[in-house]
């Protein structure tokens, strides 16, 4: 079946600080992956997507790497700020055989603590 | 920019009442979601609709109804609310199969 694994939180970081996060994943069929961003209070907004091996998504700085061939999708920044302080859903979304509804499988998700 | 919007926004029930989320949005997706999210589980899909009168369970579809009789709104439905219920749901809307999905602001509900 369908699955993500990320790294459990919560991660805290001073600023200007290098950010990973790792995600795994299992998947039956050719997913597409996703990194949703989620601040307090607030809905998921999509922060970067990669739909086939070896696309990079990027956005505001972070980038993650389609690697198919260590089924992995980690997010990184490269110089954290404090307004990055959120919580980050790797997930995945599969098209394939079979598949008609797209939906997401989430991980578990990772609090980001970036203080000053 | 609407997108998609959800009502009410908090509420607070007690154990066997019951209440309504509606979730509208005005991109003319086709598919729409229910998702719970509880500390340390990420979000779990509750149901789902891919059109307007289409809906199916996914995941921790027990304890919960959904309609879909307009494309633009997809509503979930607590029939008998459980403290287990209690939870933050967001719902969600995409254009297709495999499209980015667009999530809501949420709504906060205590059963008590």
């Known amino acids: 079946g369908n699955s993500v694994t990320q790294m459990e939180g919560p991660v805290t970081l001073s600023e200007e600080a290098f950010l990973t996060i790792n995600c795994t994943y299992t998947?039956?069929?050719?997913?597409?992956l996703f990194w949703y961003v989620q601040y307090p209070g607030e809905g998921l907004q999509l922060l970067l997507k990669?739909?086939?091996?070896?696309d990079k998504g990027s956005n505001k700085g972070f980038e993650a790497t389609y690697r198919k061939e260590t089924t992995s999708f980690h997010l990184e920044k490269g110089s954290v700020q404090v307004s990055d302080s959120a919580v980050y859903f790797c997930?995945?979304?599969?098209?394939?055989?079979?598949?008609?509804?797209?939906?997401?499988?989430f991980g578990r998700g990772t609090q980001l603590t970036v203080w000053p | 920019n609407a997108g998609v919007t959800q009502t009410p926004k908090f509420r607070v029930l007690k154990t066997g009442q019951s209440m309504t989320l509606l979730c509208a949005q005005d991109?003319?997706?086709?598919?729409m979601y229910w998702y719970r999210q509880d500390p340390g589980m990420g979000l779990r899909l509750i149901h789902y609709?891919?059109?307007?009168?289409?809906?199916a369970k996914g995941e921790v579809p027990d304890g919960y109804n959904v309609s879909r009789l307009k494309k633009q709104n997809f509503l979930l439905g607590l029939e008998s609310a459980a403290p287990s219920q209690t939870s933050v749901y967001f719902c969600?809307?995409?254009?297709?199969?495999?499209?980015?999905?667009?999530f809501g602001e949420g709504s906060w509900l205590t059963v008590v």
């Open positions: 997930a995945l979304s599969e098209i394939g055989r079979g598949s008609t509804l797209g939906r997401l499988y």
């Open positions: 991109m003319n997706h086709e598919y």
């Open positions: 998947a039956t069929g050719y997913p597409s």
């Open positions: 969600a809307s995409s254009w297709a199969s495999g499209n980015t999905i667009y």
């Open positions: 609709s891919v059109g307007e009168g289409t809906t």
């Open positions: 990669a739909t086939k091996a070896d």
